[in-house]
């Protein structure tokens, strides 16, 4: 059974950076793509980026293309997200999400992905 492990959440000044990790066990992640979603109180789940398993193709949301970027390290089963000049809109838990896929698969879509990590909490305030 795949299991998800997030970190790296924490509080950050607006404009600060912080890197997400999320950690897989269990099974390899190679052949599975990957999502970041964000979930603020009194909103809906949002997605926020994704990873294709083996070609590596990518997508963001609108809100965070430019600032954040996503990436993966088959070698140490883990995906990250680099989030640069966060806003304090960018509060929310986030959490990352798993899918056996294709290629080039990916999607924004929560509903696509049946593997789920706990969240890590991020928080942009002064």
């Known amino acids: 059974q795949l299991q998800l492990v997030e970190s790296g959440g924490g509080l950050v000044q607006p404009g600060g950076s912080l890197r997400l990790s999320c950690a897989a066990s269990?099974?390899?992640?190679?052949?599975?793509?990957i999502g970041w979603f964000r979930q603020a109180p009194g909103k809906e789940r949002e997605g926020v980026s994704c990873?294709?398993?083996?070609?590596?193709?990518?997508d963001y949301a609108d809100s965070v293309k430019g600032r954040f970027t996503i990436s993966r390290d088959n070698a140490k089963n883990t995906v990250y997200l680099q989030m640069n000049s966060l806003r304090p809109e960018d509060t929310a838990i986030y959490y990352c999400?798993?899918?056996?896929?294709?290629?080039?698969?990916?999607?924004?879509?929560?509903?696509?992905?049946?593997?789920w990590g706990q969240g890590t909490q991020v928080t942009v305030s002064s």
């Open positions: 999400a798993a899918e056996i896929a294709a290629l080039s698969w990916r999607s924004l879509d929560a509903d696509e992905y049946d593997y």
């Open positions: 269990g099974k390899t992640l190679d052949y599975y793509a």
């Open positions: 990873i294709s398993s083996m070609s590596g193709n990518t």
